[in-house]
């Protein structure tokens, strides 16, 4: 048996270079100021990991009961304390904060403390859930200070090795992992670890442990950081008395037929150990997670290869300086959790608890739902609203799209929540892309829960081939308004046209619905100008309600064929002209053209066929080199030009946007404040371009 000892002077792999503390200089470097909120039993192993750097040194603590949050102070050697955790926040000599509450409370106060502009070392798992992952990784990057999730054994030597391992193909090809972390704490339903309102159990107290590992070691194998599970598979007990997991196991399939088996329990005692089996051989750690026990290398036919753990070092001391050395320009250790690792890890969980039916008592849509961004909340401005004809209320200018009906609507509350707080107001339902009309709408559950429903417009769509008949419509919209929870549609659009039916008939039967209360305006989506003139032509002689509004795709770049069949297009100088000599405002979908101005989009990118389709020609790469060149000028993202350029049209424009996180629906704000003048507007088009 070989005996050796890991060795960790800056010769591992770091992400976005090499960089170490070692290479930074002292006058490049500061001393931390830490803040802890939570001063718990986890946050001492934390104090006692400061002990063990010269980074940093432990300055505050903030608690409900100031005493305990001096008592814990004191233990260290003192420092300031605070009796609420908005008090620590609001200290500017704090420059970072380690947060080690109860993991329901993370999001709330790493968002605040991010905007409070503090470093954020938060404690696993890093929210409840990803949507709320998704505010807190957002609010770190708008305020351009670094999160990191303290996950301390992965930046820990000892997990830098594993991986090198890994990676190296020590073992072959990897097939099959093994973990565990568990323990059987006994039957205390208040408890952190048991209780449904703490969100207890299992899975995201410690079994967010073995999948971070598998998502890591399969990555390993493929020369990744990490990878996510192609098939999640679990099963599991729920206490029937809290609804949260006591013991569970999940098996993950990742590339390369990389089959996982996590286990976790928090009323179940493990082995604790993994077990990493390949074509050449295996790895075998005993109760890895506290880095404190020997990796074990068999490799086949030869005598098993030992690796001694580095303990002379404090275990959280690691994760400490990781986030110094990312605050000071440094880059991460190949192994710990970036945030874009962080997502994908509470992606997995989501689907674990999802696969044994955990949900959470204030994930379930109603008023205690939690707001991350506090009791504060509220609508902004940052997005203006136009009006639109018929519906009671200002539209904003940027309208939400509905989101993936594969995703959850704990993903996608705080991204709503996120929109409306900047001032956005309109949700484009899409019910008929939710298993046509029978699943429950997120935007309205959410609208209504939030007890904002009268403030906002939701946008639904029906009547798509082959169901746009007079006959089908009106049960249709029925089941729309069962399924919305918001008693009205402020704004119903026919999603397509059908030439066999006289559109006299399509515009008595909205009037009928209007009449009923069942909507409160109507439009019409992919029809052309023809039959749109047609239909407010009838509706002007018959003296009842028109169409208020057009939906069809309208961007930068030319629609040049449809991209789904029955579509139409604005994006063409005639249709332009009609929209602005009626003034007709247009709801535009596709507005960003599928991504055609972004560094994805090239000629010899032919990988989305959607976008090729739609998009590719000669006079849109114009468009395309031409919108570089002016956000070059500008100091703009190109994409955020070719939203300027909608929003700038002579006629009122509502452009759809589906932003699938936090990050995307702020980028995409950006197009809000690029003014063009008309010339510019003239000159990116080269349909309209007086210069070409």
Not at 49 to 66: C, E, F, H, I, P
Not at 292 to 302: A, D, H, N, S, V
């Amino acid at each position: 048996m070989t005996r050796l000892t890991l060795v960790f002077k800056g010769d591992v792999a770091y992400a976005g270079g090499m960089t170490t503390l070692a290479s930074l200089s002292s006058s490049d470097t500061k001393v931390f100021n830490w803040g802890v909120i939570g001063p718990g039993n986890i946050a001492r192993k934390f104090a006692a990991g400061l002990d063990d750097t010269d980074t940093g040194v432990l300055y505050a603590a903030a608690s409900r009961d100031k005493a305990r949050a001096q008592k814990f102070l004191d233990e260290f050697g003192g420092g300031q304390a605070y009796d609420s955790y908005q008090a620590l926040l609001d200290d500017p000599t704090v420059d970072a904060v380690y947060i080690a509450t109860p993991h329901p409370m993370h999001a709330e106060w790493a968002i605040k403390a991010a905007r409070a502009g503090k470093h954020v070392l938060c404690e696993k798992p890093v929210t409840l859930n990803y949507g709320d992952a998704l505010a807190v990784v957002d609010a770190a990057a708008e305020a351009g200070v670094v999160f990191l999730e303290a996950f301390m054994y992965r930046c820990h030597p000892a997990t830098a090795k594993l991986y090198e391992l890994v990676q190296s193909g020590a073992i072959g090809q990897v097939q099959r992992m093994r973990v565990s972390f568990a323990f059987d704490c006994g039957e205390n339903l208040k408890s952190r670890l048991q209780a449904n309102e703490l969100g207890g159990g299992g899975i995201l107290d410690v079994g967010c442990y073995p999948v971070s590992m598998c998502r890591l070691l399969a990555g390993a194998a493929h020369g990744e950081r990490f990878l996510e599970p192609k098939e999640l598979k679990a099963v599991g007990r729920l206490d029937p008395k809290t609804g949260v997991d006591v013991w569970t196991s999940a098996v993950m399939l990742f590339e390369g037929d990389i089959v996982a088996e996590a286990f976790t329990a928090v009323r179940a005692n493990a082995e604790n150990e993994l077990f990493v089996q390949g074509t050449e051989g295996t790895i075998h750690v005993k109760d890895f997670w506290f880095c404190r026990e020997p990796i074990t290398l068999q490799r086949k036919g030869q005598q098993p290869e030992v690796f001694e753990p580095l303990v002379e070092r404090h275990l959280y001391t690691y994760e400490i300086e990781a986030l110094h050395q990312l605050a000071h320009g440094g880059g991460l250790l190949n192994c710990a959790m970036s945030v874009e690792d962080t997502l994908g890890n509470m992606q997995a969980l989501d689907r674990w608890r999802q696969e044994i039916g955990l949900v959470y008592q204030m994930e379930k849509p109603g008023p205690k739902f939690p707001c991350v961004y506090g009791t504060g909340w509220a609508r902004g401005c940052e997005i203006p609203s136009a009006e639109m004809p018929g519906v009671a209320k200002p539209m904003a200018r940027l309208c939400m799209g509905h989101p993936n009906t594969q995703r959850l609507f704990t993903d996608c509350v705080s991204l709503f929540d996120a929109y409306f707080e900047r001032g956005g107001n309109v949700f484009d339902d899409g019910s008929i892309y939710r298993g046509w009309a029978t699943k429950p709408s997120f935007a309205g559950r959410w609208m209504t829960m939030r007890g904002v429903r009268e403030e906002c417009v939701i946008i639904d769509k029906g009547a798509h081939t082959p169901n746009c008949t007079p006959d089908y419509m009106p049960d249709e919209i029925d089941r729309l308004l069962k399924t919305n929870y918001c008693g009205y549609i402020d704004l119903y659009l026919m999603h397509r046209d059908n030439l066999d039916v006289p559109v006299g008939e399509f515009v008595d039967l909205l009037n009928a619905q209007i009449d009923a209360g069942k909507i409160h305006a109507y439009g019409l989506s992919n029809w052309t100008p023809e039959r749109y003139d047609e239909a407010a032509a009838y509706a002007q002689a018959k003296g009842v309600r028109g169409p208020v509004c057009l939906s069809n795709q309208l961007s930068l770049a030319e629609m040049v064929n449809p991209v789904w069949p029955g579509t139409e297009s604005c994006s063409n100088a005639e249709r332009q002209a009609w929209l602005a000599e009626r003034n007709v405002p247009l709801v535009a979908w596709s507005s960003q053209a599928a991504g055609f101005f972004t560094e994805q989009s090239a000629p010899d990118k032919k990988d989305n066929g959607l976008l090729v389709k739609g998009y590719y020609s000669d006079r849109n790469f114009e468009r395309k080199k031409r919108a570089y060149q002016l956000a070059e000028k500008k100091g703009v993202l190109p994409i955020n030009l070719a939203m300027a350029w909608v929003l700038s049209q002579p006629f009122p424009t509502f452009p759809i946007i589906g932003p699938r996180t936090i990050t995307e629906l702020r980028t995409s704000l950006e197009g809000l404040r690029i003014a063009l003048t008309e010339d510019e507007r003239r000159w990116l088009d080269p349909a309209t371009s007086c210069y070409l």
